[in-house]
């Protein structure tokens, strides 16, 4: 895009819990940020947020005027992403785009800055941010796939509530309140009660039996890694956490990586923390990685039931790596 | 054992969680008990218990005479099972040991009824009742394993925290409310925070940085399939759930199941109930299995990753089938 000092740029979907995380991070990393536009429902456009000691006036998506703006940062649903950023690429600006809506399209990168950041170039007005569970796998898989060359990767989730969203992080609160007091539990956001409980995310195919969220994982993981000959598979299950998830790995490669090889490759790659030391009960849990950026990898094990078989346990932060923090990487390396 | 009309019962660690629900078992199944003894560490002793409706009181473990005992169901630590279990066999007893003591004995049988309950007549006076996360396992493994051989099983495990104990369900208790209340969040039982957070069990080999509880689900599934060549690999992981385990399971078979025909044999088969329809979006959670004897099984799919393999959500209360009940249907073995 067009080098310039500052940047205008807005948020899509600002106030809900990916977009106030954009904002926030936009702040916190000194993005270049000319005027910053919110952009929301209906429902919250008139109130008014706060970036980096500005108030910031929510409009609302449907009438905004992107004439103006350079990056648009979507944080919407799939289906009003579908609606609005193709007005917006019409208008001129660059999307970084959160939903689902454009991920799988050939044209369009889907980038996750450590693993394939050299495609930022190839955009074609617009690119795609992974899904949460993916973005901190494929961080943690490049360097060992690099190294050894990953044949296959089986991956279980533990999903926290504010991947749904607002509402879901509401939910889990009031359920666990009605709990601990003996009263009925209502159930909104989640067909199942989510407090003290581990549910699935309901949206089968009922053929195949696997969720939009298993078939995002095992499309856009083999996407980013630029294998389509990957053998991915994928187990997602949402936990009573806030915030972070965690994801139990087990990987096949074609050469083999003893645990300290891969911890080694691990440490050295960008966006990595190691956390795994056994003889010292070190491993990360979702609450260590609130508001972390980096994707914390632990528990290096050796699965011993295959040939050249590693356990990971993976852990990030969703709202960061796994949304907004990746989102606005995509845009700093739009602007480098 | 001898046969009788009925015999003298005893429960070792009977206020602990396990020792409770065995003595609901006995009597909720019409076990024919004679006389109940409860014996239990010295804090507990003097204090009384319901038995189908009789007081019976809580003696010392340490001064326990078992002289007149038929049976002794084990709900003790592995450390007070080696300590008093040895004196009860000495004294005639048959010990049904619920502990890690003595599992992977040679010349003591680790029962799942479903699974292996024709070894019962092997034993010389001490049948070992499986840790909680291989009991569910196996009676789902069983019917597949006949039908189509299994070569690989992967377990993730979403495990509640009473598998802990009395004090960990009171931890995850007093967390959620220091939570709620924006009070200090202390712990005790655990070494991380267990509310609203993902944990695993700390005992890890300082080498391999498998925990005791993965090794334990590796080695008794193999013994209890009665297959030591089988490869068997776990991840435990501690969830803020009250009660029932959760498993993702993949396996992988000599000969190739339909998703189909996985869900026929599993409906046939003893000890299972198949909870599994994407199309009505019905799959088990641990809260629906709460109190329940079968093992849940849903979500069966296709693992795309592999050649014949299948994914499974498997989910039971640990306190029944992973424990109390199970060696209750152990004892009923006994007396059969």
Not at 85 to 94: D, Q, S, V
Not at 117 to 123: E, N
Not at 129 to 137: F, K, V
Not at 257 to 263: K, V
């Amino acid at each position: 895009m067009n080098k310039k000092e500052f940047y205008n740029v807005a948020v899509a979907g600002a106030t809900g819990v990916v977009g106030q995380e954009m904002i926030e991070i936009l702040a916190e990393r000194g993005f270049p940020v000319d005027t910053l536009y919110a952009f929301a429902s209906e429902r919250s456009a008139g109130t008014s947020l706060s970036f980096a000691g500005r108030d910031i006036l929510v409009e609302k998506l449907e009438d905004a005027d992107f004439s103006n703006i350079d990056i648009v940062l979507g944080a919407t649903s799939a289906a009003l992403s579908r609606a609005y950023m193709p007005k917006a690429m019409k208008a001129g600006c660059i999307i970084v785009d959160n939903s689902s809506a454009f991920r799988m399209e050939e044209a369009v990168p889907l980038i996750v800055p450590e693993v394939n950041g050299h495609l930022i170039s190839s955009h074609k007005g617009l690119i795609a941010n992974p899904n949460c569970s993916t973005a901190q796998l494929v961080v943690a898989l490049k360097p060992l796939h690099d190294a050894a060359r990953l044949k296959r990767v089986m991956v279980t989730t533990f999903q926290s509530v504010s991947g749904t969203g607002k509402e879901a992080i509401e939910e889990l609160l009031d359920q666990t309140k009605a709990i601990l007091s003996f009263q009925e539990v209502k159930t909104r956001v989640y067909p199942q009660q989510i407090a003290f409980n581990c549910i699935v995310n309901w949206d089968c195919d009922p053929v195949s039996g696997d969720t939009e969220e298993e078939v995002k994982i095992i499309e856009e993981t083999k996407k980013i890694l630029g294998d389509p000959a990957l053998k991915v598979s994928a187990t997602t299950v949402r936990v009573p956490v806030f915030r972070s998830h965690g994801e139990s790995v087990s990987i096949e490669t074609e050469s083999k990586l003893s645990i300290n090889e891969a911890r080694a490759l691990l440490s050295d790659a960008p966006g990595i923390t190691v956390f795994d030391d056994p003889s010292r009960k070190i491993y990360p849990t979702p609450l260590d990685t609130v508001g972390q950026d980096n994707v914390y990898v632990g528990r290096v094990r050796e699965d011993r039931s295959t040939e050249n078989g590693l356990h990971l346990w993976v852990v990030a932060d969703n709202l960061r790596k796994g949304a907004a923090l990746n989102a606005i990487q995509i845009a700093e390396l739009l602007i480098a």
